[in-house]
């Protein structure tokens, strides 16, 4: 290595591969470098923060979602990561961190971001969700599957490989583009699994699940159009416009900006909605209604229908003529003396009170009075009755 040959930024004592980390005539590893470590400091941030909120969730169902929404963030992080495999130059180790971990990365996002969407799914039409552990094996099992294929592809590709030669140095970063991204169907198939399954979410009865669906579906949008960017201008674009040295800046930029949609567009909201209290309540199911409580305080205006009480007296055969004589022949409602005002607290005795009351005087003075009944000529009552009302007059009076 020649020392003076070193950029301008780079200390000549380094390594030529590590020039693109400090060189100040091409900034773009300078400016990827700043955007990897900053992503990889909220990551961490990120994911501190959510284990200490463990404790301040009061909803179950968004406490089960805490070991997906830290799988993301532990992938963010790798993600953000094997940026730096990008900028430096390529040589045998970054080769096969680069074709290994860039497909096993994405697919662990992914897989978390299919599993939360199934969740979803489940809860609107079953009204309650798997658990959290069968959900994280869930997304477990789907990232397995891209780690195994990774694995053959390198054992075929470089261990097995018949046509090795020892002299050829780096050979795991020769390469075609195609056989690249030919590598990475199966993690196209789960970025097609997070958009289709995040789509009947958006019509949940709730709205704070309307809202994880929306993050998950919007994460998807966003990560398909730089993966259909990044795929056009590494296959096509750059060898169009001649610039065929932008191959590693386009993989880094696309790493970088997805690793930075997972943050900004799930991550960070479902970190901000874990403590945050539900306002919704449960409705009822259809066909259901809730009643208020019937209160016990009742207005000047409400009145009770008053129990029927009893007559504790015996009526009085003599006056039952008088008495059917002067009732109403037309039903009179029992509410009609209501007039809207409170009733009064002065007592009114009534008829059969006084009736009561004399008997008991006269009992005290000269004697109970004997009743006399009623004549069997109807024309011969009216006569009897006056005189039996003229001898009490008489006895009171003596």
């Not at 979602?65 to 990008?86: D, K």
């Not at 592809?153 to 030919?182: G, H, K, Y």
């Amino acid at each position: 290595m020649d020392p003076t040959s070193a950029p301008r930024g780079c200390d000549p004592s380094i390594s030529s591969i590590f020039y693109q980390l400090c060189d100040l005539t091409s900034v773009w590893g300078i400016v990827l470098e700043a955007c990897a470590a900053a992503g990889v400091v909220t990551s961490f941030m990120l994911f501190v923060i959510l284990l200490a909120s463990l404790p301040f969730v009061t909803d179950k169902k968004r406490k089960g979602m805490v070991a997906l929404q830290a799988s993301i963030l532990v992938f963010t992080l790798g993600l953000f990561g094997l940026t730096f495999a990008f900028i430096v130059d390529r040589y045998s180790t970054s080769c096969v961190a680069r074709r290994f971990l860039f497909g096993v990365l994405f697919s662990g996002c992914l897989s978390c971001l299919v599993m939360h969407g199934l969740w979803l799914v489940l809860l609107q039409r079953r009204g309650s969700g798997p658990r959290s552990w069968t959900l994280w094996l869930g997304a477990l099992g789907l990232w397995l599957v891209e780690v195994i294929i990774n694995t053959e592809w390198l054992i075929l590709t470089e261990v097995r490989n018949p046509s090795r030669e020892p002299t050829v140095p780096d050979l795991p970063c020769i390469i075609a583009n195609q056989d690249f991204v030919m590598a990475l169907i199966y993690v196209m198939v789960l970025l097609l699994a997070v958009v289709l399954i995040a789509l009947p979410s958006l019509k949940h009865k709730h709205k704070q699940w309307r809202r994880d669906g929306a993050f998950i579906l919007v994460t998807g949008f966003f990560t398909s159009a730089i993966w259909v960017t990044w795929i056009v201008m590494y296959i096509y674009g750059n060898r169009v416009f001649g610039h065929a040295s932008w191959d590693d800046p386009t993989l880094g930029i696309a790493v970088v900006s997805n690793a930075w949609v997972f943050l900004c567009f799930y991550a960070i909201p479902e970190v901000c909605l874990l403590t945050q209290q539900n306002s919704e309540q449960e409705q009822p199911p259809d066909g259901e209604h809730v009643y208020p409580a019937r209160t016990l305080v009742y207005g000047p205006n409400r009145k009770e229908s008053e129990p029927t009480q009893q007559n504790l007296y015996v009526e009085n055969k003599a006056f039952s003529m008088d008495e059917a004589s002067i009732e109403p022949t037309k039903p009179v409602s029992p509410y009609g003396v209501y007039n809207g005002q409170p009733q009064s607290c002065v007592y009114q005795p009534t008829e059969i009170a006084l009736i009561a009351k004399r008997l008991k005087a006269m009992d005290q003075g000269l004697g109970i009075p004997r009743a006399t009944a009623p004549p069997l000529n109807p024309a011969s009552g009216r006569s009897s009755l006056s005189r039996s009302i003229e001898s009490l007059t008489s006895q009171e009076l003596s």
